[in-house]
Nanobody, 121 residues
Framework: QVQLVESGGGLVQDGGSLTLSCEAS????????MGWFRQPPGKEREFVAA????????YYADSVKGRFSLSRNNNANMAVLLMNSLKPEDTGVYYC??????????????WGKGTLVTVSS
């Protein structure tokens, strides 16, 4: 059974930084595209970033490009999202996701329970 456990959320001031970690188990980690999504208060869940199986290719939402950096460690089964220059609009519950092919709209996606990030102005 695939389990994804997020950690690192919390309260930070505008302009601050946070690092989110996702620890995966129950899967062959390098066989999965890893992603991060977030759900702002009162809004739909949205894509933040994703990294390919070996970590050689990474994709970002336009809203976080240049501020967030996603990396993965296939030896440790971890995906880490470094978030800099945080803004109040980055507030939300952040979810780690794993899918064999990065097809985030399907029902094969594995999701973590989420970690709350709050950026105060």
């Amino acid at each position: 059974q695939v389990q994804l456990v997020e950690s690192g959320g919390g309260l930070v001031q505008d302009g601050g930084s946070l690092t989110l970690s996702c620890e995966a188990s129950g899967l062959t980690f390098e066989d999965y595209v890893m992603g991060w999504f977030r759900q702002p208060p009162g809004k739909e869940r949205e894509f933040v970033a994703a990294t390919s199986w070996g970590g050689g290719t990474t994709y970002y939402a336009d809203s976080v490009k240049g501020r967030f950096s996603l990396s993965r460690n296939n030896n440790a089964n971890m995906a880490v999202l470094l978030m800099n220059s945080l803004k109040p609009e980055d507030t939300g519950v952040y979810y780690c996701a794993a899918d064999r092919f990065g097809e985030w709209g399907g029902d094969t996606v594995n999701w973590g329970k989420g970690t709350l990030v709050t950026v105060s102005s």
